[in-house]
T-cell receptor, first 115, second 117 residues
Framework: DTEVTQTPKHLVMGMTNKKSLKCEQH?????MYWYKQKAKKPPELMFV???????INESVPSRFSPECPNSSLLNLHLHALQPEDSALYLC??????????????FGPGTRLTVL | AQTVTQSQPEMSVQEAETVTLSCTYD???????LFWYKQPPSRQMILVIR??????QNATENRFSVNFQKAAKSFSLKISDSQLGDAAMYFC??????????????FGTGTRLQVTL
């Protein structure tokens, strides 16, 4: 089973709203990732959690706040977003390790629109 | 820093034919991993195939195979017997083997593949 789930599938929010994106995996993976993808572009890494600790933060604005409550769940809290933050947000997970088995498996994404 | 280049923004192939997507990369490392991901209109990134740099044998997954040329830093994807469901954006990606327990993927800019009847 290589399933990563993300909710919601679509989200429309105003610039003053607070919302959260959720990601879940039950593959026993210990690394989880958030990516942002603009149309016709490759995904851009935002955050990486390894063993529930933030291990990579790609200098993302503070209006994006990640949270990893446990090894299966990853949230992305959104506050005071800008219209340019509209994008597809992808979650991924991997076993967590140096080898080729540390392959990342992606969820279906959340399409975010900021008005 | 590593870079990944996909020089073909768009490709087209007829159903049942074979197509090859190109990918080159630049790295000073000797140990790394390479991946091809597919992103159909449904948006989900799906792993197609992966290659360990220390392996000389080219990876194969059913109709998908790679031509890995380590000295030339080339990693092309061949799709045989193309099907309508193969239509998607294809991303080539690099991951260092020197990375820690969770590692960053470096993606190319993607190649959009169209499959025609």
């Amino acid at each position: 089973d290589t399933e990563v789930t993300q909710t919601p599938k679509h989200l429309v929010m105003g610039m003053t709203n607070k919302k959260s994106l959720k990601c879940e995996q039950h593959m026993g993976h210990r690394a989880m990732y958030w990516y942002k993808q603009k149309a016709k572009k490759p995904p851009e890494l935002m955050f990486v959690y390894s063993y529930e600790k933030l291990s990579i933060n790609e200098s993302v604005p503070s209006r994006f706040s990640p949270e990893c409550p446990n090894s299966s769940l990853l949230n992305l809290h959104l506050h005071a977003l800008q219209p340019e933050d509209s994008a597809l947000y992808l979650c991924a997970s991997s076993r967590g390790g140096r080898g080729g088995t540390d392959t990342q498996y992606f969820g279906p994404g959340t399409r975010l629109t900021v008005l | 820093a590593q870079t990944v280049t996909q020089s073909q923004p768009e490709m087209s192939v007829q159903e049942a034919e074979t197509v090859t997507l190109s990918c080159t990369y630049d790295t000073s490392e000797s140990d790394y991993y390479l991946f091809w991901y597919k992103q159909p209109p449904s948006r989900q990134m799906i792993l197609v195939i992966r290659q360990e740099a220390y392996k000389q044998q080219n990876a194969t997954e059913n109709r998908f195979s790679v031509n890995f040329q380590k000295a030339a830093k080339s990693f092309s994807l061949k799709i045989s017997d193309s099907q309508l469901g193969d239509a998607a954006m294809y991303f080539c990606a690099y991951r260092s083997a020197l990375a820690g327990t969770a590692s960053k993927l470096t993606f190319g800019t993607g190649t959009r593949l169209q499959v025609t009847l």
